[in-house]
Every structure is written in C-alpha cells, then in structure tokens.
C-alpha cells in the first residue's frame, strides 16, 4: 500500500488525505493484524499486508483505492446494509464466525470471519463520519472444527443410543450412573437409573458383589473383564427375579493426573449363548470327564512342583535364622555350635532337594517368585549405584544419586528391585555418548515412592516412548557404546515393577534431549516402618520383654528362630504341632505367636481361630508362616485372624520390627 500510486485513485494522493485518514492509516500499517478502511462516499479501499493474505491474488494489488462496491460486488448483499448502518451513524457491527463466501486462490470458497465495522470520525464528511475500519480474523478452520467436533458427537450420541450393546457410564467412588443407553436400560428391567448411585438403583447388584468389582476397578486403575457373568434382579415391584447372563468390561476412565473419576461399562447379553452352552455340556459328559481327568493331573503336577518348592523354603528359614544367630551370638561358643549344626544338616537336606528339583526342570515353567520383606528403598539405591558405580565411570560418565532424609519403605524383593534400577543405570549409560551425566534420584509422595534414572544421552523418538517397553523393540541408537542386544532389558523392568504393584514411564522430549524413566512404588504399610537400615555391625533386637509362642514343624527353624528372641529379651516357649500349641497358649497366654500353616495335628489357621475366640488372644499379635504367598493363601490367613503372613524364610528384621512396635505399645 505505501508504494502503490494513489494520485489517479477517487482520495488522491497520500498528501492530501484528511488527517482522521492518515491517522487510521498509520494505524493499520503498524500491525499485523488483518485490518481495512473504506473511505469517502464511494468507500474507496485501503488495507494493510495481513488482509492481503486473506484476499488472495485475485484482488490484490487491483482493490487498492478502487470503490468498495467494485471490489465486493459478490458478496454486497451482506456487507453492504453493514457498512451503511455505519456510514449513518447507527453504530458498530460486530460479528462472531460469520459466513462471508469469496473468490480466492481460483475458486469460490465459504470463508468464515470474526470481524467487526467502526465508524472513522471526521467532521467535514456526511453524519460526521468518514469511513469505515474493518478489523477481522478468519475463523474458518476453527469453525470446520467445530462443525467436524458437532458431527462426530451427534455420530457418537447416535451409535451410543442405537448400539446393540450395552452402555452406561459411572463417575465418583458410589459409581453414579451418568447416561445409560437403551439397551442398559432393557437389561436392568427399564429402571431409571441416571443420577442415582449403584446402592441406589440396583441394590441386587450390589448383593451380588458387583459393587465390590467397580471398587476394585476404581481403587487400582485396571479394567476387569467378566464372560457369562451371572446377574439376577427383580423385574418390578413384587414380581419375579430375572436371571441374565453378560459378557462386560468395566474401564476405568482417568483424569490429566492419572487419576480415576469414573468407569464406563459396556457389554452384551449372552443369556441364549450361555443357555445354549449348558445345554451342549450337559451333552458332553464324556469329553468333560475326560477334561476333568487331564486338570486334575495336571493340578497334582502343579501341587508336587509347588510343594517341592515349599520345602526348599524350610532349611533355608533355619539356615537363615542360623546365620542370624551367628550375628548376635558374639562369642558364645554353645550358640555358634548349635548354628552351625544347623547349617550343616539343613545343608544335607538342600542338596537332596535340589537335585531332586534339578531333576523335574524341565516339566516346569519359568516363573519369577518375588520374595518380598520390608526394605528400605534408600538402601537399594545406595547399593545399586555403588554397584553400577566402576562400569559407569569407566564408559566415561558421571554417576550422581539424590536421596531424601528420610526412609521410602516398600514391601519388595530386594533382588528385584537391585535387578530393576541396574538395568535402567546400565542403559542409560549404554545409551549416553561418552561425558554424559546420569542421575538418580528418589523421593515419597502419599504412600507412593518415586524412582527416577535420568540422562543426558540421546533421547527417544515420541512415537517410540510406549514401545520401548515391548519385548525386542529397539530405539537406533547411533551412540549406544555396545551392540543392540535382544532388547528384553526395559520389558524385564517394566514385568518386575508391575509384579511389585508398580509402573514405570519413559519420558523424552525427543533425540539428542536425553530420557527419564520413572518408577512408582506403594510404599509399605506402617506397621513396618520401624524397619531401618544400619551401616555398621548387627541391628540391635528391638522387639523385647514379650511373651511368645512359636509353633513349626521344622525343629531346627523353630530352635533358632526361639533362640533369637530370646537374645531380645523374650521369654519364648515352642511347639511342633497345632494341638500342642494350642495347649501351651491357654496356659501361657502369649502376646505374639508365630505360627506355621501347615503343622500336623491342628493347622494354624484353626490354632489362629481358637486364639481369636478367647479374651487374652483378641489383641495379640498373631503371625502366619508358610512357604507360600500367593494372594489367595494371605486372604486365608487373614479371614482365620492373623495380622500379618510371612513368606518363609522369614527375614528375622522383619520379624523383630513387628515384635518392636507392640513392644512399645505394651511398655
């Protein structure tokens, strides 16, 4: 606009302009804005570089100075009575996505507009006014959006409504229905169900445990799916129940912070399916023998691998405990002989067994077994960088930890977790050129620790973040110092964490930016976070001047693990059998028992039972014992009425932190 020649045009040349002109000129060229100005009665056209990109070349440089209405003729009928309405005084226009079609770039195109008409004052032109200022913006992907964003909900809301399946989505911890389709509301008998919580609306539901599954879903973050789930409600007021069965899937839905506010249910009604099915197996009797017959050999080869497996555990918990009493038997010659005699015949006994195991090795599959004991998470950083501290530095890296004051303890197998944050240091270091910097750190948010192996290396691709956890995926890596490997290292961290309860994320902005990979653990329970980690010579035995009951069938785990607690201070009294234990409890009256599951006799969940049922045993501290730990066995010992179980061996600090805090609630 500043070089074109305005002297033939209907305002003449730059010189003669009346100043309000000028002004509005200098305005609109100092922005980058799209604006533009029609001028004197004819409307004469005057814009700045940004509206020039919105006209296209048809009508640039040829508008300039040129009659609005020669310019605009195709779309006048709409911005004519606009500009009129202005040019006479009755005010500004505005107009929010407004359709104003042009011809641009060759073509007719709808073009939306947020733009607004202001009246340009000037005293010596008709009503005052001078000409108009058009400021505008073209909104027109936003508006396609928008339409797209509409078209897609109502496509949604229709597919919802229509969907043969059924629909319904639950908010807040009572899981309160928020929409239902038709289809949900055919299978619950037509019951109004929006805006009322589960309690409210299908109490049965509740009853049948269905309540108890969205509370797990809702507490843990993971889907559950169900296949011919059995649900049976009333079909109205006094009439008769209904039974139905559904496959479904409940998902947990989950705010920006990972959180979850809801879960959406959907499903179909399998009742002929499941109905069908009963009626095939009712005919296949023989093949369902014959099905009954290879699980059931199948479960003894399962039962014998997993007992053998148990009796591994019952040396090793004496030879621990022995090895423990070594610890604080300082220079008493009695106690080091009985350990070591210990050690010795356990010893017998592991090899007989471990030949025993190597032998059926190859009828069994590779399962990790966590040994989990409270420990403290500090520690294994510790332990785990000064282990991985040499090979770092060597590569020519600098290896830093930061640690917080205070404890982060998990309930964990510390093997693990050393295997878990080597790998992570191992391969940041691997893919960091040399100089680089890797820092691990740790701290405790809630009742969750964080864990975090950072680089500077050369980051991961965005589109790779998720799939370096899968099994063989791998990054290029121009700088990794030594070849590409099998790519199993993340996915062996990513099973591990997950198996502790846990999750781990990478996060990178991109190559050459470097990696983090975080890792979150629950932290263990308060009961264990006496447990502490000291540098120097044995723990001090903390649990003391208790009375207590340990009952196993194993001696030699029974003697030592007695004779521990007595070095604490404790006046201990044993058992080799439920009965016996029994008895000497009613006499005794113990404030803590350790109890062996499977003990000939009477078990301990029955001596647990009995113990529960009188008033000297209702507060004491009960522990289960057991080669097992299996989620199932736990909520065993935990409906017979013990406070904790523990997986054999037994970690005696684990032992001996449990005994110390009712220690200091007795004293």
């Not at 947020?114 to 909104?139: A, K, R």
């Not at 066995?633 to 409906?639: C, D, G, L, M, P």
Request: proline residues 5%.
């Amino acid at each position: 606009m500043r070089t074109h020649d305005w002297s033939t045009s209907p305002i003449g040349a730059p010189g003669t302009w009346p100043q309000p002109l000028r002004a509005m000129v200098r305005l609109i060229l100092n922005t980058g804005h799209p604006m533009y100005i029609w001028w004197g009665l004819e409307g004469a056209c005057l814009y700045n570089d940004a509206y020039r990109e919105c006209i296209g070349d048809e009508r640039h440089p040829s508008s300039l100075g040129r009659p609005a209405l020669e310019v605009w003729e195709e779309i006048w009928p709409i911005i004519g009575p606009q500009i009129q309405q202005v040019r006479e005084g009755r005010g500004a226009t505005w107009h929010v996505n407004h359709l104003v079609p042009i011809t641009r770039n060759g073509h007719r195109e709808d073009v939306y507009w947020t733009y607004s008409y202001s009246p340009i004052d000037d005293e010596q032109s008709p009503h005052g006014i001078g000409g108009v200022l058009v400021v505008c913006t073209e909104t027109t992907a936003q508006v396609l959006a928008n339409q797209r964003m509409a078209a897609e909900r109502d496509q949604l809301g229709q597919l919802f409504e229509q969907a043969p399946t059924f629909m319904t989505l639950l908010s807040g911890p009572q899981h309160r229905f928020e929409i239902a389709n038709p289809s949900y509301r055919t299978l619950v008998g037509g019951r109004d169900v929006v805006g009322k919580t589960l309690a409210q609306a299908l109490p049965e539901a509740v009853a049948q445990g269905y309540q108890e599954l969205l509370d797990q879903v809702y507490a843990s973050g993971e889907a559950y799916i169900a296949k011919g789930a059995r649900f049976t409600y009333q079909s109205g007021p006094g009439g008769a129940l209904a039974e139905r069965f559904v496959d479904f899937v409940y998902q947990p839905i989950k705010g920006r912070d990972g959180r979850v506010t809801g879960i959406f249910v959907e499903g179909a009604d399998v009742t002929d399916r499941e109905l069908a099915d009963a009626a095939l197996r009712a005919s296949e009797a023989k093949y369902r023998e014959l099905a009954r017959v290879l699980a059931e050999s199948n479960q003894a080869k399962d039962e014998f691998l997993a007992t053998l497996a148990h009796e591994l555990r019952n040396p090793l918990a004496a030879i621990g405990n022995a090895l423990a009493l070594q610890r604080h038997a300082q220079h008493d010659a009695h106690l080091l002989q009985s350990s070591r005699s210990i050690i010795e015949r356990q010893l017998v006994q592991m090899v007989r067994l471990i030949d025993d195991l190597l032998d059926l090795s190859r009828l069994t599959r590779g399962l990790v077994d966590l040994r989990r004991a409270p420990l403290s998470l500090v520690e294994v950083v510790r332990q785990a960088v000064e282990s991985c501290r040499p090979a770092v530095e060597q590569a020519g890296h600098r290896l830093v930890a930061s640690l917080p004051a205070h404890e982060c303890v998990v309930d964990a197998d510390e093997t693990r977790l050393l295997q878990v944050l080597s790998n992570l240091i191992s391969n940041a270091a691997k893919f960091t050129p040399q100089g680089g910097r890797i820092e691990v750190s740790l701290r405790c948010e809630a009742a969750t620790a964080l864990l975090s192996v950072r680089d500077d290396g050369i980051g991961i691709p965005p589109d790779l973040l998720d799939a370096v956890f899968d099994m063989f995926t791998q990054v290029h890596r121009t700088h990794a110092r030594v070849g590409d490997g099998l790519g199993i290292g993340l996915t062996l961290v990513k099973q591990l964490v997950e198996r502790h309860g846990g999750s781990v994320v990478a996060h990178s902005d991109g190559p050459g930016t470097g990696s983090e990979f975080v890792v979150r653990l629950p932290l263990a329970s308060q009961a264990l976070h006496a447990l502490t980690c000291a540098d120097a010579g044995p723990p001090a035995l903390a649990g003391s001047g208790l009375r207590v009951l340990v009952a196993d069938d194993n001696a030699d785990a029974t003697d030592s693990l007695a004779l521990l607690l007595g070095l604490a201070g404790n006046e201990v009294r044993t058992a080799s059998d439920g009965l016996q234990a029994w008895a000497i409890a009613q006499e005794f009256q113990p404030q803590v028992m350790l109890l062996d599951i499977a003990m000939p006799g009477m078990d301990g969940h029955e001596v647990c039972r009995r113990v529960r049922a009188t008033s000297w045993g209702r507060d004491a501290l009960l522990l289960a014992s057991s080669g097992w730990g299996q989620p199932e066995v736990r909520r065993h010992s935990a409906e017979a009425g013990f406070d904790h179980h523990l997986v054999k061996p037994l970690d005696y600090d684990a032992v001996d932190a449990l005994l110390a805090g009712r220690s200091g609630r007795s004293g």
